[in-house]
């Protein structure tokens, strides 16, 4: 029994099979599963404090300042007061507190706006509109047209014929095309009847709550008969309904159970490796101050030993203090004052520095997206300086690198290649958005939408050339897509791939239109007259066959077989006639592959009636049979796919989205690795990974990993590394000497290969190269390869892939997406990128910065990262250095004080130093320095190379700075105490007193620290040279003020230095040692950068010269000259095409309503307005009819048409 419901906390059994009865709340409580709420934040209003505090007192510093303070309030060891570490300290708690909370509020907004959406649920026999979060496992809700589903159901009715619906995953996949799903019959006849869906009690036992997006198991148990459910059954949170007026569904799994939020992963707190490295170097210089402590509390045990016993006549010693207790009071005393070597503004500042550079992303107008009004966004303020330290770039392709959406570009009919504009020369033309485009107005039904450019394709469908028209009646009439008509002449493509609708979409604007299919029927309207073909037969695509074909009955009785499919697998099976035509279209289609367009080729035979009737009965027979379905249906496909006539060929562009291939090359320049993560086939995404330029024709190898067992995948990577190295050697030779480093307890070495390469691997072998014996052969391939593309990975994969990366290799990583199929990667990564202005914003919400093109990702890396790197380095190293001088100075000091503790500068100095005299420049130095500007940075985009090699800030940079300190202090002691040691006035009067020195030492210190920050700077602004002189001039209204009468007659206790500024900074030898002291400090400094650029000059020298040199803006890039590419590499359409759907169309389990009745006279009935104004270059199919993307104005022509063929005009 529970006593006051504690029973709650009892950890949860492991659910090894989830078991549902449907409209059953009091069943489905017992086993405590979880409800529809989801919860993102981490505090609540009582646990904010407690929690944060605990949190940031994690922190080595914080915690090592809070012991401080309590030191300091301790009056026999306290030589400084209270308030310069408790202000501080408080003022970083606070800010952080801030941050801290309104990160939360604002997550705690977005688990309310989710959780309080409205949703219809059955209970009690009646529909009730209720919250997202308070529907539970069990309950059947209703969900109308463009709803979210609400949580993972199983589907149990719809309104579209035959239970039918359409989903939109895009926040699951970052994909716009529908997908469909079906319920079973058993369910679907329950249709909308709330009765007899409130006494609907089925069983559902399925799997229990996974991550696997895309699998499902489970059985459905009514009136005593089991059914099968799958994926094909289930309704996923995060998708879209579409095209469906309602369909309803029973809940499965809830909130933090559903697959959406199974694939979120689990947050970690992320951490920059400075971060890492200062703590680290935070504990050494602990261990150095304890040293320097110890030095001087021994120093003063035998001061007080030898010296202090002559100072007790008028100095007495309390009761039982002797020398050691002296020592160990000094000991905590120095570790007060020497505090300054970790100052807590050190920490304030890197905060103040990170969201300053956080704010320049935010405001980049070159990363704001115009067209979807959708700005860059840093939405974390702690990574910024990682971005300019990045080796691994991890990509997801479909709405990442590409848009998903599919243009008909260019076309070879009968050995005639058709898409080029040539101007009356006979010269091509480039296609820009001003070319003149193919009027349609001929053909009523045309689609708006779809662009044109070559008018010598219209006209030959005009002039009813036979091949031509031929060509585009195959397209209209070989497709498994659905048709939609809802108002006559507004016809609507549901395609289950984009390539599909893309030529389907041309043949209806070249006046070929497809209008309606059943079962056993194709409808088309050729050239305004409108055609019935009945549809005898569907060869369905599959990977093996890569073809598709249909054969097909005209209106006049004639038989056909249409087929399209990649162009090795066709050309095998053409007529011997057809060799010449095929010769010709060989080359169009390496021309096409070229420019990196997916080819296509399209062939027919004219079948005798006789023959047909005898194999279709053969295909009866073996589509009934139940040994070697499969094989015999191939062998029948294979007998009647032969002796095909050759008709052409299509190329259809993926488009990419702006920019993409130019920001991988420079993303290359500047040696970052890019691996591709994709769940697309193999064929797609190599494809694509040639037109972004990721793989390229000139590539050495670009080896295929498709091993189907272990054994398999690890002579295939060996393989590999033996062609990229033949002398490879083994495993344990890789690893780095310092590999401590990795959190495997060994780190990789960076190989160098001859020659560059590429790696493909598809899902299946992948699993197997991640498991512990093969991972670090796949690792070590991988790596030694320019680029990687792992196909069919799953949303785990993608993020194991990132971990093995991270615990291998000493580098930081970067995975940009846009889907829910990202977000565990996203999260895996040190820094994380969504896409946002897409349809899917998953990835966004869990990314550390979002932005609406990939294309960005260069100016972030290459531009705010970098110099965020350069400025934060820069900022460590100068106020280590201006920290432990200062500090130093205290340490000397104390051989000549007799270890009592002592301060050498005047306590307000000591408080002010980093507050206000020291603070302003070098923040100034961290927000506007830059060594070159951001044309310079994408020019030389070899300048983000020093960042992943840590050349800017590491341990050996961080001990040159103690180095450098140990020399200035030294100078900044020395030179004074001998300046001023028996030294009197130009009056005669004594100068020589502690307070003048004092005075002289914390001058000499800021002018010697202020000139160093001058020489670290790259970039004067107006600003900088403000805070620079301003801080100077502050010091010395400071000074004076603080050691004016006034002051000194207000409170005498606070301001002992009355009159010592007045008195010494008069005096000439003053500033002599201030300016002797000041060229001694930075004389070293000057002459050692000189020697280091004369001699071996880094690549930002050798840049900040040119620039230097150059003195104006520099010429734009030269512009490649266009060249002739050919390819023997082809991706079809074929390729993306998924296997199963000839059988749901002949079926007749994929229908809409009917069409509505049409008028003979194919009258054209007006469209509303899209909104929609096409300046694409071609034809663009957006596979949920949404306007294409179209090329902004500004955006650099892309490699691809940098890369366009040229042609003989004569040809």
């Not at 809830?254 to 170097?281: A, W, Y």
């Not at 060996?718 to 690893?735: C, G, I, L, Y």
Request: glycine residues 6%.
């Amino acid at each position: 029994m529970s006593f006051f419901g504690l029973d709650c906390v009892r950890k949860k059994e492991i659910e090894l099979e989830r078991k549902i009865r449907a409209n059953d709340r009091e069943y489905n409580l017992s086993f405590r599963y979880a409800t529809n709420a989801i919860k993102t934040c981490k505090y609540n209003p009582f646990t904010f404090l407690p929690l944060n505090l605990f949190e940031q007192f994690q922190r080595i510093a914080n915690a090592y300042f809070l012991f401080l303070l309590v030191l300091q309030v301790i009056p026999q060891i306290s030589s400084l007061s209270w308030f310069t570490t408790v202000v501080p300290l408080v003022l970083v708690l606070t800010v952080t507190a801030a941050k801290d909370a309104t990160d939360d509020i604002n997550r705690h907004k977005s688990d309310n706006q989710v959780n309080n959406r409205k949703v219809e649920v059955l209970i009690d026999r009646k529909l009730r509109s209720e919250k997202w979060m308070d529907v539970q496992v069990g309950d059947i809700i209703k969900l109308e047209n463009n709803q979210f589903v609400t949580a993972d159901l199983l589907l149990l009715s719809s309104s579209e014929p035959l239970n039918l619906v359409y989903i939109e995953t895009a926040e699951l996949d970052g994909e716009t095309n529908l997908k469909v799903r079906q319920a079973l019959t058993v369910t679907g006849d329950l249709g909308d009847d709330i009765e007899k869906l409130a006494d609907f009690n089925g069983e559902v036992r399925c799997e229990p709550p996974n991550n696997r997006l895309d699998r499902f198991m489970g059985t459905l148990s009514v009136a005593g008969q089991k059914y099968p459910l799958d994926n094909e059954k289930i309704l996923l949170r995060g998708c879209t309904l579409r095209n469906t007026e309602w369909c309803f569904g029973l809940v499965l799994f809830g909130g933090p159970e559903t697959k959406l939020m199974q694939n979120c992963g689990k947050s970690t707190f992320k951490r920059t490796s400075v971060d890492r490295l200062m703590n680290v170097l935070v504990l050494c210089i602990f261990g150095f101050l304890a040293f320097m402590c110890t030095v001087l509390a021994i120093g003063n045990y035998f001061w007080e030993m030898n010296e202090g016993a002559q100072f007790t006549v008028f100095l007495p010693r309390q009761d039982g203090n002797d020398a050691g207790f002296s020592a160990f009071l000094t000991f905590w005393s120095y570790v007060i004052i020497l505090n300054t070597v970790v100052p807590i503004s050190l920490y304030v500042s890197v905060e103040i520095i990170r969201l300053g550079n956080s704010f320049y992303i935010d405001w980049d107008r070159k990363m704001y997206y115009a067209r979807n009004d959708t700005p860059a966004e840093a939405r974390t303020t702690t990574l910024n300086e990682e971005l300019g330290q990045i080796k691994y770039v991890f990509s997801d392709k479909t709405g990442t690198l590409t848009q998903n959406i599919m243009t008909f570009n260019k076309c070879s009919i009968n050995g005639k290649s058709y898409g080029e504009v040539f101007d009356y020369t006979g010269q091509r033309l480039e296609i820009t958005e001003h070319t003149e485009t193919v009027d349609f107005s001929f053909n009523a039904l045309a689609d708006p939408r779809f662009l044109f450019h070559d008018h010598s394709l219209v006209e030959a469908v005009k002039l009813e050339d036979h091949g031509v028209h031929g060509f585009f009646r195959l397209l209209a009439l070989c497709h498994t897509v659905m048709a939609e008509e809802k108002k006559e002449g507004e016809i609507f493509y549901q395609a289950q791939s984009p390539d599909e609708g893309a030529l389907v979409t041309a043949a209806r604007n070249f006046g070929f239109v497809f209008r309606s299919r059943t079962p056993d029927s194709v409808t088309i309207v050729e050239m305004g007259k409108q055609r019935s073909y009945d549809l005898l037969s569907i060869l369905d695509f599959n990977n093996v066959r890569k073809r598709m074909s249909v054969i097909v009955r005209s209106p006049e009785g004639k038989l056909s077989l249409l087929c399209k499919g990649a162009d090795t697998i066709i050309y095998e099976r053409l007529h011997q006639s057809c060799n010449k035509l095929m010769d010709v279209t060989t080359e169009h289609l390496n021309e096409f592959a070229g420019e990196g367009l997916r080819t296509l080729v399209l062939a027919y035979k004219d079948l005798d009636e006789e023959y047909f009737k005898q194999w279709q009965q053969r295909h009866h027979e073996a589509s009934t049979t139940l040994d070697d379905r499969e094989g015999q249906l191939d062998e029948l496909y294979e007998e009647i796919e032969k002796d095909l006539m050759l008709l052409g060929a299509t190329a259809i562009e993926d488009k990419l989205q702006d920019g993409v291939p130019q920001t991988i090359e420079q993303l290359s320049k500047a040696d970052i690795k890019i691996w591709v993560l994709t769940g697309d086939k193999q064929e797609t995404a190599e494809n694509i990974g040639y037109s972004c330029n990721l793989l390229r024709e000139e590539m050495n190898n670009v080896f295929i990993v498709t091993g189907n067992s272990p054994d398999d995948v690890r002579t295939e990577l060996r393989n590999a590394q033996t062609s990229m190295k033949p002398n490879a050697a083994e495993d344990d030779s890789v690893f780095l000497p310092e590999g401590s480093e990795g959190k495997g307890g060994k780190v990789m070495s960076d190989e160098v290969v001859n020659g560059e390469y590429g790696l493909v691997i598809n899902g299946h072998s992948l699993a197997y190269a991640l498991e512990r014996g093969l991972e670090l052969e796949f690792l070590r391939t991988a790596c030694m390869c320019k680029a990687v593309i792992c196909c069919r990975v799953t949303p785990l994969q993608k993020a194991q892939v990132v971990e093995l990366v991270k615990k291998y290799k000493k580098a930081v990583t970067l995975a940009i997406g846009d889907g829910a199929n990202d977000v565990s990667m996203i999260k895996a990564a040190h820094i994380g990128v969504g896409i946002s202005g897409q349809e899917g914003m998953q990835a966004v919400l869990s990314s550390d910065y979002s932005f609406a093109q990939f294309r960005f990702l260069q100016r972030l890396l290459l531009v705010h990262g970098r110099w965020s790197y350069l400025r934060m380095c820069k900022f460590l190293r100068y106020f280590f250095y201006k920290n432990f001088t200062f500090t130093f100075v205290h340490f000397w000091y104390g051989f000549f004080c007799g270890f009592s503790a002592q301060t050498v500068y005047d306590e307000w100095f000591i408080t002010l130093y980093n507050l206000v005299y020291t603070a302003l420049p070098v923040l100034g130095m961290s927000l506007f320095d830059q060594d070159v500007n951001d044309v310079w940075s994408f020019q030389h985009p070899q300048l983000y190379v020093p960042g992943q090699l840590n050349l800017y800030f590491s341990k050996k940079a961080f001990f040159k700075c103690v180095l450098h300190s140990c020399y200035s202090s030294l100078v900044l002691f020395f030179i004074p105490y001998l300046a001023m040691y028996d030294t009197v006035r130009d009056d005669g009067k004594d100068v020589a007193d502690y307070q003048s020195f004092a005075l002289l030492t914390q001058t000499c210190l800021l002018f010697a620290v202020t000139i160093q920050l001058g020489l670290e700077m790259s970039y004067w602004t107006a600003v900088n040279t403000f805070f620079v002189l301003g801080s100077l001039t502050m010091y010395f209204a400071v000074t004076f003020t603080m050691y004016s009468n006034g002051m000194f007659l207000m409170i005498p206790s606070a301001f002992p230095f009355i009159g010592t500024a007045r008195n010494s900074l008069n005096q000439p030898n003053v500033w002599l040692t201030i300016l002797l002291t000041s060229l001694l400090c930075v004389l070293p400094v000057v002459t050692y950068r000189f020697l280091f650029i004369q001699l071996c000059p880094t690549i930002n020298d050798m840049v900040m010269f040119k620039v230097r040199q150059a003195k104006a803006t520099p010429p734009p890039p030269p512009r490649r000259a266009r060249m002739r590419r050919t390819s023997s590499r082809r991706s079809g359409y074929a390729f993306s095409h998924a296997q199963g759907y000839g059988d749901l169309v002949t079926s007749g389990r994929f229908l809409r309503r009917p069409a509505v009745s049409r008028s003979s006279g194919l009258a054209h009935v007006g469209r509303p307005s899209t909104g929609f104004s096409p300046m694409g270059r071609s034809a663009g199919y957006s596979p949920t009819g949404r306007p294409q993307n179209t090329k902004a104005p500004d955006v650099e022509v892309t490699s691809l048409q940098m890369y366009r063929t040229i042609r003989d005009p004569a040809l």
